[in-house]
């Protein structure tokens, strides 16, 4: 089957780095992608890795190891706005990659 | 705005009635999407469509569930006989294809309440 794992909650101070974890099962891999969805709110698409290694997108990273099967979203210079949940996703293997499967998400919790 | 718009936004209705949603996407953008999101959940693919041709459904989507795209613009999904646990947030989503299909772009939802 076809499936992503990420931790449920995480919480971190202004200002601070945190790292949201993502492992995933999938038959037929075609990258990896990271959603922000604030409460309420639609979700809004982050970042993706198709290759090994880091991508920088401003104060946000993101990490994929195809061969651990292990992606991460790293958020640096964390701000009050950054409160949200962040989902990763992966294309359907099954249908010709096109429709999106996401994790459970993580919510993000950041105090002042 | 030309982002993905969807109508109405909130629709509250009665177990057993029939509820329609509308959906808008980015104008250049020729595949459409439809997911259901629940509370602590990520979206759910329910089916999807490539211009006016729906290419994929999703198990979830029952014979209650019709979607359709007839102009390969605006996309409308219909839930008949509505049930409780159709009670969710169904979003619209579009890209322009191929290599844009992982940089999707959703809309805000419709926020669905079956009583």
């Known amino acids: 089957g076809q499936s992503l794992e990420q931790p449920s909650e995480v919480t971190a101070v202004e200002g601070a780095i945190v790292q949201i974890n993502c492992t995933y099962q999938t038959s037929g891999f075609y990258g990896l992608s990271w959603y922000q969805q604030h409460d309420g709110g639609a979700p809004t698409f982050l970042s993706y890795n198709a290759l090994d290694g880091l991508e920088e997108t401003g104060r946000f990273s993101s990490f994929l190891s195809r061969s651990d099967s292990y992606g991460y979203l790293l958020l640096q210079e964390l701000q009050m706005k950054d409160s949200a949940s962040y989902f990763c996703a992966v294309r359907d293997g099954t249908r010709a990659g096109t429709a999106l499967i996401f994790g459970k998400g993580t919510t993000l919790s950041v105090s002042s | 705005d030309t982002g993905v718009s969807q109508n109405p936004r909130h629709k509250i209705t009665k177990r057993g009635q029939n509820v329609t949603f509308r959906c808008d996407p980015i104008s250049e953008h020729n595949r459409l999407y439809w997911y259901r999101q629940t509370l602590g959940q990520g979206p759910e693919f329910l089916t999807y469509f490539q211009n006016e041709a729906q290419l994929e459904k999703s198990r979830l989507l029952s014979d209650r569930f019709s979607a359709e795209r007839p102009k390969g613009s605006f996309s409308t999904l219909e839930i008949q006989r509505t049930e409780q646990g159709d009670s969710a947030m169904y979003l619209c989503?579009?890209?322009?294809?191929?290599?844009?299909?992982?940089?999707?772009?959703f809309g805000p939802g419709t926020r669905l309440t079956v009583l």
């Open positions: 989503a579009s890209s322009l294809g191929l290599a844009g299909d992982n940089e999707q772009f």
